[in-house]
């Protein structure tokens, strides 16, 4: 066990709609990183947040969004969702926002757009 | 082509062999490189981390760069039953944040 959770583990759900992922960091961590994994694309970096504020944006949809709240938590907001969607979604998270940073990944939130 | 390559696999050995895995990659920038373990249905699971070139030993497992070839390595000695899963090479560099890079995967089956 990481120490990251994830909720809900299962999201089934129609093309159009918006979901919310959430994700609770390690005790400590301050960073949070969202990943989505899908068959074809592996595993790939979305966005990063540090303490509240954004830190860094990889490949995320203008569909997709993110925040992270005060008391470190962080949740994933994807809208007009399509069939493509469908992925595994991981949050991580680190003490710091540092290169050298080890990130500790959550079991995941597996989503199906039907 | 993808920044970082790995052949999917799936990798099959017996229980006892020594396992190589290996990753290619072509941005120069990558500074750090790590392998993770995926069970199916799992997260991924933090097995080696490693700065610049040179190896690192834990266990069973060992790590190797070459960033001269833009290679890395993981070799699995003593492999058993329970070390099936899928391995993802991931790399991060000095100007990209903390992001990761990762490889798509190997998957391997040791088989009693």
């Known amino acids: 066990d990481s120490g990251v959770t994830q909720t809900p583990k299962h999201l089934i759900t129609a093309t159009g709609q918006r979901v919310t992922l959430r994700c609770s960091p390690r005790s400590g961590d301050l960073s949070v990183y969202w990943y989505q994994q899908s068959l074809d694309q592996g595993l790939q970096f979305l966005i990063q947040y540090y303490n509240g504020e954004e830190r860094a944006k990889g490949n995320i949809l203008e569909r997709f969004s993110a925040q992270q709240f005060p008391d470190l938590h962080s949740e994933l907001n994807l809208s007009s969702l399509e069939l493509g969607d469908s992925a595994l979604y991981f949050c991580?998270?680190?003490?710091?926002?540092?290169?050298?940073?080890?990130?500790?990944f959550g079991p995941g939130t597996r989503l199906t757009v039907l | 082509q993808k920044e970082v390559e790995q052949d999917p696999g799936p990798l099959s050995v017996p229980e006892g062999a020594i396992v190589s895995l290996n990753c290619t990659y072509s941005n120069s920038a990558f500074q750090y490189f790590m392998w993770y373990r995926q069970y199916s249905r799992k997260g991924p699971e933090l097995l080696m981390y490693?700065?610049?070139?040179g190896n690192k030993e834990d266990g069973r497992f060992t790590a190797q760069v070459d960033k001269s070839s833009k290679y890395i390595s993981l070799f699995i000695r003593d492999s058993q039953p329970s070390d099936s899963a899928t391995y993802l090479c991931?790399?991060?560099?000095?100007?990209?944040?903390?992001?990761?890079?990762f490889g798509g995967g190997t998957r391997l089956m040791v088989k009693p």
């Open positions: 490693t700065y610049s070139s």
């Open positions: 991931a790399m991060s560099g000095e100007n990209a944040g903390n992001m990761l890079t």
């Open positions: 991580a998270s680190s003490v710091t926002s540092g290169r050298a940073d080890t990130q500790y």
